[in-house]
């Protein structure tokens, strides 16, 4: 079956401390990975994307995400959290063919930001 | 800038009314758009893939009859809630893949709330 495991519901992290978020999938065909955030309320903003090449991938707001194929994870890091990285994230796979669209979502990881 | 648009953000509507959703791509003609509903705190479920000209695609369990989807043109698809039930509440949101890019860009949402 193909899935999204995050399996942190919730985190909290202290200003300026490192961060990092789990993401397992299963997947038959070669897969798209994707991470969003999205703030309480809102729609949601993709922060970096994963099809070919590097594994290492930069995404906006100083992210990234390394594929491990051998691990089927796609962790999101960030080196030092700031007060306004407290969202939901969500990591998401897809189809190459689909361009990015009909994704399987995560359950989502809410992280807390403490002064 | 948004390149993906919905409306409404948010509607309240009445017990057995319907209520009709839009997505919009705004630079690009997008043939397949894609449906996603989320309950609060939960993540996003695909619901139905928007395709232009024909029937839609509906995941399983959506009831096709009560999500009524239209993509009548190529800049346009319509997402209608008939007989919307307070179990109807819940975020609606789009996304519709531009051609040539490996994303597909997600609308701002829509949150209903049926009383």
């Known amino acids: 079956a193909q899935s999204v495991t995050q399996p942190d519901i919730h985190i909290t992290v202290s200003e300026g401390a490192s961060l990092e978020l789990r993401c397992n999938y299963s997947?038959?065909?070669?897969?798209?990975l994707f991470w969003y955030v999205q703030s309480p309320g809102q729609g949601l903003q993709l922060l970096l994307k994963?099809?070919?090449?590097?594994?290492l991938v930069q995404g906006i707001k100083g992210f990234e995400a390394e594929f491990k194929r051998s691990q089927s994870s796609f962790n999101l890091r960030k080196p030092s959290v700031h007060w306004s990285d407290a969202a939901e994230y969500f990591c998401?796979?897809?189809?190459?063919?689909?361009?990015?669209?009909?994704?399987?979502f995560g359950q989502g990881t809410e992280l807390s930001v403490k002064p | 800038g948004a390149v993906v648009s919905q409306h409404p953000s948010w509607v309240i509507c009445k017990s057995g009314t319907s209520v009709k959703i839009e997505c919009r791509s705004l630079?690009?003609?997008?043939?397949?758009m894609f449906w996603y509903r989320q309950f609060p705190k939960q993540s996003l479920m695909l619901m139905a893939t928007?395709?232009?000209?024909?029937?839609?695609?509906?995941e399983q369990g959506v009831e096709k009859d009560k999500f009524l989807i239209n993509h009548a043109s190529l800049t346009l698809s319509t997402l209608t809630v008939t007989s919307a039930h307070p179990e109807d509440s819940s975020f609606y949101i789009c996304?519709?893949?531009?051609?040539?890019?490996?994303?597909?860009?997600f609308g701002q949402g829509t949150r209903l709330t049926v009383v």
């Open positions: 630079d690009f003609q997008a043939t397949t």
């Open positions: 997947y038959g065909a070669t897969p798209y």
């Open positions: 996304s519709a893949p531009r051609p040539g890019d490996t994303e597909a860009f």
């Open positions: 998401a796979v897809g189809a190459k063919y689909n361009q990015g669209g009909k994704l399987i």
């Open positions: 994963y099809f070919s090449g590097d594994t």
């Open positions: 928007s395709n232009e000209g024909s029937k839609a695609t509906y």
